[in-house]
């Protein structure tokens, strides 16, 4: 739903089979970084996300 409506504003990264990205993300998952700064963790409120979304691109 937000993949489809935010299309290009971010990237999905699969973690499996990578040991220092498991190891750096496993126990937050969902996480989404914004400009490399953690924005939500375990869960996306997707209205919190457009607006933070809409801020970084400023």
Do not use: H
Not at 21 to 27: K, M, N, T, V
């Amino acid at each position: 739903m937000l993949r489809e409506e935010l299309g290009d504003a971010f990237e999905e990264v699969d973690i499996g089979g990578d040991d220092a990205l498991e190891a750096a993300y496993r126990e937050w998952l969902p996480v989404v970084e914004i400009d490399a700064e953690r924005a939500f963790v375990y869960f996306v409120d997707p209205v919190a996300l457009r607006r933070k979304l809409a801020q970084s691109s400023r």
